[in-house]
């Protein structure tokens, strides 16, 4: 087949008239001859064309349409079983040199890559439409915003990144302008001979998450779910852009933004990393459960920050949806993402009531009598296995959220920046670091337990600095060094303070000591009265805690044991995570910045060591 036969069949007007659009142009000739699709779409982003995709696709089996009178224009897709999650054993960094993309990372050298990759995707998408989705990461035009172009033969990709970035028509007049746009390639890697039937949710066992951070590519082959296969997602927002910033003098990170409304009315802004299915969704929706305060969500998985003239870091949230977990998600832990699940939502392997509407562990107290699951068996709550799959997932626009700022698509001036994740031991509740760089040590020796986002043994306990690991372009220990660098750029009177918390700590009977989700609320006060200095804090050898009197617990059955508890720093402890933190910047050599070590040396020294 020559290209000319390539039926080119809805190509934009824009894209005809743009003289500025003759390379993507080239380069989309150029995909489509190595994976030889069917036909081309140009995606122009429109309801008209979301109403007609997901038409086509609830014919086609793919998606369900869900009861459009208790969650109207909603679907539901049901992946393949061993399409659940990102897959981090096959996510490449692929930069010139090993050492650049460092012991963290999986490297393979980039030319080799590519000729392998090349016979991948040879003939990939036969028997599929290619569609070219241009989007931007940031509002259209906006001043921190990024462009780029997923190409990719899933009907179900598209209609996600029409929701989760801002994607369409309006991206190839900026593209046009010249500005420099990100190349994404997705196949799912399931080419159709003529005649053959498709499947719901076409996949390959053979699957690749490759970015190549030099040229700012991405190709994913093998997967059509969420962080594999929304390449503006992890592979652009977060391994892509963390080396735009490191080039340029920001930082691209995997945390959420808020902002919190003190009782007098004060605006807080806070940014959050905890890694993934690790809260920051549910951080991002908090309803506090103390009197007289509010937050309002700007953003609840990837921030981009950079500092200001004026000194402070700003940030925005690149997204425009969120691809939240559902388990868990509920009227009692988290009633705004109920809310905002209203309608105009695709869930994703989550269960189906005979009602035709969504169910999954946490939605309600008690389960329907019986449904269907997530793989479309038939469930009741007698079943051994969950009616939705540990990493199901909604897909919903931001700006659905009731809670959503008004102001959500600007940047804001952080105040501080929270580091978590899920420890059963160990790590207070709330601790606040000395100064950046030692929050810049509390961001890079985070360990938490491992979670059903990724494959892998859920409850493992592994390094994720900054939340990052799966997420950062280049190499680990650079990233650090960036991070010391970045903080230097601010003026120390106006920098964010960073602190860590563990909501996750648990007692001697395995439950969770803190009740966690709204009365969060609780540690969000403290950080904020420690902001404008209301409070005093209590040092100790991992950072300053709170006064006891100074953490409002007013209302909360808490016994006064489990509080202790959750600030216990044990030193024995503390010098074993010493220790484990030695060997572990081991790993990157004398790339650790002297900054991080001397932090380690004064961490022992304060615990008596
Ligand atoms: P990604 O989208 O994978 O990056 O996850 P996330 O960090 O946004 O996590 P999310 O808020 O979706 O929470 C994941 C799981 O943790 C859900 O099952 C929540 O119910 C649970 N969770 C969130 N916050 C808390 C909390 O404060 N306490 C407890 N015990 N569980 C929580
Ligand atoms: C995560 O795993 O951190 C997610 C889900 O936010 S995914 O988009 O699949 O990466
Ligand atoms: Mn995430």
Redesign the pocket.
Known sequence: MSIAEINISNVDEAVTEHEGLAELRGWVREIAELTRPERIVWWGGTLAETEALSEQLVAEGKLIRLNQDLRPNSYLARSAPSDVARVESRTFICSENEADAGPTNNWHEPASMRRELDGVFAGSMRGRTMYVVPFSMGAVGGPLSHVGVQVTDSGYAVLSMGIMTRAGSEVLDIIARGEHWVRAVHSVGAPLAAGEADVAWPSNDKKYIVQYPETREIWSFGSGYGGNALLAKKSFALRIASVLGRDEGWLAE?M?LIRLISPEGRKFHFAAA???????????MLRPTIPGWSVETFG??IAWLRPGPDGRLWAINPEAGF???A???GAS??ATAVDTLWGNTIFTNVGLTPEGDVWWE?LTDEAPAHLTDWQGNPWTPDSDTPAAHP?S?FTVSAAQAPSIAEDWEQAIPLDAILFGGRRATNVPLVVEARDWAHGVFIGATVSSEK?A?AEGTVGELRRDPF?MLPFCGYNMADYWGHWLRVGGLLDAEKAPGIYQVN??RKGEDGG?L????G??SRVLEWIARRIEGSVSGLPSAIGTLPVPAELNLAGLDLPAADVEQLFDINPASWNREADLTEEYFALFGDRVPDALREELSGLRERLGN
């Open positions: 995997h959420l905890f890694p993934s299915a690790c809260g920051k969704t549910n951080l991002a609840d998985d691809f939240g977990v388990p868990g998600t832990t988290n946490g990493n997932r979670t986002a939340a909501w996750f969770f803190w009740p966690g989700f009365e969060n």
